[in-house]
């Protein structure tokens, strides 16, 4: 059985004092939920700060975004070695927003997924297809290409360290939500590429994460299907409540 995992993503929201409070209230209530592992991504700002309070429990710390250099002139960037120097053990790559307002492209996803797993890294690779691709019946298509280029010569060992995060971009941030049907049969859909096309031996034992408008309303119909093992949580994690009430649907 997969170990399901639980992300918050927190975009551009919370300041330190904001998110180092949040840390400590879900460290104090879920530091030992054994049945998921917790992730939590803040701003880049709130990286150390949150590091520093989730030292000596189980919940992991991830970062929004990284660049595929080492180092070097490339302002306003933040590297792999700056993440793990900062507590990082996982980073988001190829969230929908990143695609669509900044224009990052499967090549450079897969080059940022080299760096983060050559650094020691764990991506959260993010795919998915827009509203005008899903009513055009490219669904498959899309998220067959996004895998393949996205981790193109990536060796069949480092697979085993990336978690996949399927994120229908018309569901984000629109109160949207796929069907627990939909998102199943994509779900089951990206575990036989990574099994046929990466030839990845280890696929039934890949993490599918689901991201699109989950709350804790829906999260519970979604997780029950049996390719989809956790979420990528966007608003309803900016909420401890709803953040709370999402992890504990899988801890009971």
């Known amino acids: 059985m997969v170990r399901p995992v639980i992300a918050a993503n927190w975009k551009m929201h ?5 998110a180092v409070e949040f840390a400590k209230r879900l460290k104090e209530e879920f530091s030992e939920a054994g049945d998921v592992e917790i992730v939590l991504a803040p701003p880049f700002t709130s990286l150390r700060p949150v590091a520093d309070v989730l030292k000596d429990s189980s919940i992991h710390l991830a970062a929004q975004n990284m660049h595929w250099e080492e180092k070097g002139a490339y302002t306003g960037e933040i590297s ?21 307002l900044f224009g990052e492209t499967d090549t450079i ?26 009513e055009s019946g490219a669904t498959f298509h899309i998220i067959k290409k996004q895998i393949k280029e996205g981790l193109n010569n990536i060796p069949s060992d480092d697979i085993r360290h990336v978690a996949f995060a399927y994120e229908p971009v018309w569901a984000i941030g629109t109160g949207k939500t796929a069907t627990p049907v939909q998102a199943q049969e994509v779900h089951s859909f990206i575990r036989k590429t990574i099994a046929d096309d990466l030839a990845y031996a280890h696929a039934s034992e890949t993490v599918i994460m689901y991201g699109g408008s989950v ?38």
């Open 14 to 18: 919370k300041t330190i004092p904001e």
């Open 80 to 100: 792999a070695a700056m993440l793990i120097d900062a507590g990082c053990e996982f980073v988001i790559v190829g969230h929908s927003e990143r695609r669509t």
């Open 109 to 134: 996803l897969n080059r940022k997924i080299s760096a983060a797993l050559k650094s020691g890294l764990k991506p959260i690779f993010c795919i998915g297809e827009t509203l005008e691709e899903r």
């Open 215 to 252: 709350n804790p309303e829906n999260a519970g119909s979604l997780m029950n299907q049996p390719d989809i093992n956790g979420a990528l949580v966007g608003g309803a994690a900016l909420n401890f409540g709803s953040f709370g009430s999402i992890i504990k649907m899988l801890t009971r």
